[in-house]
């Protein structure tokens, strides 16, 4: 008879579970195949990673264009406004990353968090009277997508909805949908400097709405909600009872005439996860820091959404903790001049773009406030070859060298009327004449050049009606 070792450990912290070690003679046992089994591979995508849609990626990979080889290519497509080497970030911002790592004191892991006291640094720098914060209330993050991403994960369910704005930021819809998570648009006037169309975005909430996304200032439509405007849409989450993940990465990024107020200051009621992150005001995207603050008045989060949001945190262990040493000194000792030039070099660009492409019959941009994006509307009844956005922007490819991303990828509905629950109307103004493509403002070396250089090149692509 073969002799037989058997060993058994118990987890006492698990006393239901046994760790069972069998040994035959130093041969492991041979166990049973599983009944009515068949072996063989069948390895296959997950569910969720087949809902995870990227439409920019759908979209611009799709457009089989190549730019003309006569002109020099001109991208304004591109959201990094570190690519073109014109928008470095300040001095002061460098020498905090550089006395991180030579002090050695942030090689390790950190909580999943972030350490507590660069959570107090961001805590103290956001902190005012109207909307107070404390450490406790900062989560930091691998940059603001993943801000957003806990945001949503922590406040809907599969089956649930959130309201999107439209045009918006694309990521949305993309991590909402791989979570299994319904959106629902809420449209943005541009005849009002895309401001929410606040009765339509109301009929959207019912018993499954977990979330109303704020983004302000708004990417992809360079615009700034006054406080008037947050007032309303605060008294609509209010009136509902719906929690706002509010998309605060371009904070502070306003040109001189607006002036930009974070939503948590005006809020008495309603709870805010604000998001937020170092990539767009000082211009490190590549750093990967963002932050959720979170703003609860009224203690209507109370502790399970603190505790869900720390224990979504520990799946990748907290962002860089290099760039969290850093934090104090960016937030203490980055120059106003940088925040001052980065503005006016936005700002100025956004001049120039305006004033080209007003120019052009057909093209009607709308002026924008801040951020770094700028929208551009194409009446369609001077453009009958087109069907579509990205029609209009593959010719503009393919003849003159720019490259634009069509508000497709922004989630407007080209060449169709939006209609909303009662069977209205709801976005009249961009009916089948009016369609979108969109812009950054920083592209090229020499900006003035670049975007005059683009405004002249729109003026004379052969199908544009004065070109005719």
Not at 80 to 101: H, I, Q, S, W, Y
Not at 251 to 261: I, P, Q, T
Not at 378 to 400: G, K, S, Y
Request: glycine content about 6%; overall charge neutral.
């Amino acid at each position: 008879m073969d002799s037989c070792l058997i060993q058994v450990n118990s987890n006492t912290a698990l006393s239901s579970v046994l760790d069972v070690h069998v040994n035959l003679n130093g041969k492991s046992p041979s166990l049973p195949k599983g009944k009515g089994r068949k072996p063989h591979w069948a390895v296959r995508a997950s569910e969720m990673s087949r809902r995870t849609f990227n439409p920019i990626r759908a979209i611009v990979d799709a457009m089989k264009v190549e730019p003309n080889p006569r002109k020099a290519l001109i991208s304004l497509s591109i959201g990094d406004p570190t690519v073109f080497g014109n928008l470095p970030t300040d001095d002061e911002v460098t020498r905090a990353m550089k006395e991180a790592l030579d002090s050695g004191k942030y090689n390790g892991y950190a909580p999943s968090v972030g350490y507590l006291s660069c959570r107090e640094v961001v805590a103290s720098y956001y902190n005012c009277p109207e909307a107070p914060l404390k450490a406790q209330d900062v989560i930091l993050t691998s940059g603001c997508s993943q801000a957003i991403e806990l945001a949503l994960a922590v406040l809907a369910n599969p089956g649930q909805n959130i309201l999107v704005p439209r045009p918006g930021f694309s990521l949305y819809k993309t991590l909402a949908h791989s979570m299994g998570i319904e959106v629902k648009f809420y449209n943005l006037l541009p005849e009002k400097s895309w401001e929410i169309d606040l009765k339509q975005m109301e009929s959207l909430v019912d018993n499954r709405t977990a979330c109303l996304i704020v983004n302000n200032p708004s990417n992809p439509c360079g615009s700034v909600f006054s406080r008037s405007h947050l007032q309303k849409i605060l008294a609509v989450a209010s009136r509902q009872c719906v929690p706002i993940l509010a998309d605060e990465i371009y904070a502070e990024m306003v040109f001189e005439d607006c002036k930009y107020e974070s939503l948590a200051k005006l809020s008495t009621n309603v709870p805010i996860l604000s998001c937020g992150g170092l990539a767009k005001r000082w211009l490190v995207p590549g750093w990967r820091m963002g932050w959720i603050l979170i703003h609860d008045r009224r203690d209507i989060f109370g502790e399970e959404i603190r505790e869900g949001l720390l224990r979504l945190s520990q799946r990748i262990l907290g962002p860089c903790t290099a760039v969290q040493g850093a934090l104090g000194h960016i937030f203490h000792h980055t120059s106003p001049e940088f925040y001052h030039n980065t503005l006016s070099f936005l700002k100025s660009n956004a001049a120039l773009c305006y004033a080209a492409l007003s120019t052009v019959c057909g093209l009607k941009p709308v002026r924008p406030q801040g951020a770094m994006y700028l929208m551009v509307g194409i009446e369609m009844e001077h453009f009958p070859e087109f069907e579509n956005d990205v029609e209009f922007t593959e010719r503009l490819i393919a003849e003159q060298s720019v490259f634009c991303l069509p508000a497709t990828v922004s989630l407007l509905l080209h060449g169709r009327t939006v209609s909303s629950p009662d069977g209205n109307s709801a976005w009249p103004q961009l009916s089948s004449q009016l369609i979108f493509f969109s812009l950054v403002l920083f592209a090229g070396s020499d900006p003035r050049s670049t975007f005059l250089e683009a405004g002249m090149r729109g003026a004379t692509v052969s199908f544009w009606p004065n070109a005719r």
